[in-house]
């Protein structure tokens, strides 16, 4: 099992930037992939960021040069840090982890709003 704790959504001004993290917990050795994902209202939840063990990475064309994943294997933590935010931005946050198994796990989500 991996339990994940997102924090550091909030509310911000357009143009402006905000860091998510992602403590990760568990059985963190099994982890192969480390993601955030967002769900705005009324729309489907999608992918906007990804790394892999082997330093692939993957980003939401919208956000691409934008949005930047990253980890700190020493505090078992995950980051996304989003520059330029827009009001298309607005979403909950969800950080997950995809272990051997495969095993996806998932946060209780962080609400990102973004103001014009």
């Known amino acids: 099992q991996v339990q994940l704790a997102e924090s550091g959504g909030g509310l911000v001004q357009a143009g402006e930037s905000l860091t998510l993290s992602c403590a990760v917990s568990?059985?963190?050795?099994?982890?192969?992939?480390w993601g955030w994902y967002r769900q705005a209202p009324g729309k489907e939840r999608e992918l906007v960021g990804r790394i892999t063990i082997d330093g692939r990475s993957t980003y939401l064309d919208s956000v691409e040069g934008r949005f930047t994943v990253s980890r700190d294997n020493t505090k078992n933590t995950v980051y996304l840090q989003m520059n330029s935010l827009n009001p298309e931005d607005t979403a909950v946050y969800y950080c997950n982890t995809v272990s051997y198994g495969p095993n996806s796990y998932w946060g209780q989500g962080t609400q990102v709003t973004v103001s014009s």
């Open positions: 568990g059985r963190v050795f099994d982890i192969y992939a």
